[in-house]
């Protein structure tokens, strides 16, 4: 079935630094994947949509310059958090979808531990 | 309005037993998709089941069950001879074609299986 990888799984750094998250959908091609922010105990907040070849679609509250998103190819999009603070610390998880109708399920990374000390 | 509610923050059931995690939906579509995933305590979301809108049948897949009543737009989840591997977040989601096939997301529902 359809693999979606996400590198690293695991992140601890100090405050103010650039953490660089990366979802690669392995055996499809993916014009759209999603980043979510997951809060311990909490369900999924879809951050932003990243589009192949444009610009990524943010949802409401989630700061753009904070959270750089580039889709360069259809298999690669990443998710940069800029000048992390340890309020950026989270689980941060991807997914993509393939092509076709309704039915077909998004595909999700396993995720990324962000701490930021 | 919420699309997705989960009323049920945490599940209990014995080993073995069959238990049936709550969801229901709010939409004004004809067309839409229901899934199910599970979520380890490892973090990664895995997906276990899928129905159709228009599909008249429930959805089966081993020991998931989809018991889907769309007059009252529900779509539990049904898991029978529970596992303690079984243990683990359960998440309810729609994808509604008309707002992009964005995913919507339930809070959860954490389900124990007592050995």
């Known amino acids: 079935g359809a693999v979606v990888s996400q590198h690293p799984s695991r992140v601890i750094c100090k405050s103010g630094t650039s953490v660089k998250i990366e979802c690669r959908s392995l055996?499809?091609?993916?014009?759209?994947m999603f980043w979510y922010r997951q809060f311990p105990k909490q369900s999924l907040m879809l951050m932003a949509t990243s589009n192949e070849g444009s610009k990524a679609t943010y949802e409401q509250g989630v700061e753009k310059d904070k959270f750089l998103i580039n889709h360069a190819s259809l298999t690669l999009s990443t998710l940069t958090v800029t000048s992390a603070h340890p309020e950026d610390s989270s689980f941060y998880i991807c997914?993509?979808?393939?092509?076709?109708?309704?039915?077909?399920?998004?595909?999700f990374g396993d995720g990324t531990r962000l701490s930021i000390l | 309005a919420q699309k997705i509610t989960q009323t049920q923050p945490g599940m209990f059931v014995q080993e073995k037993e069959a238990v049936t995690l709550d969801c229901t939906y709010d939409t004004s579509d004809q067309s839409y998709g229901l899934f199910w995933y599970k979520q380890p305590s490892s973090g990664e979301m895995i997906f276990l089941i899928y129905?159709?809108?228009?599909?008249?049948q429930n959805a089966t897949e081993g020991r998931y069950s989809l018991n889907f009543q769309k007059a009252r737009k529900s779509a539990n989840l049904v898991i029978s001879a529970s596992q303690l591997g079984d243990s683990a977040m359960y998440f309810c989601?729609?994808?509604?074609?008309?707002?992009?096939?964005?995913?919507?997301f339930g809070t959860g529902t954490s389900l124990t299986v007592i050995p």
């Open positions: 989601a729609m994808r509604e074609p008309n707002t992009g096939n964005q995913f919507y």
């Open positions: 055996d499809f091609q993916a014009t759209t």
């Open positions: 997914s993509a979808r393939t092509q076709g109708y309704s039915n077909q399920p998004q595909h």
């Open positions: 129905q159709g809108s228009y599909d008249e």
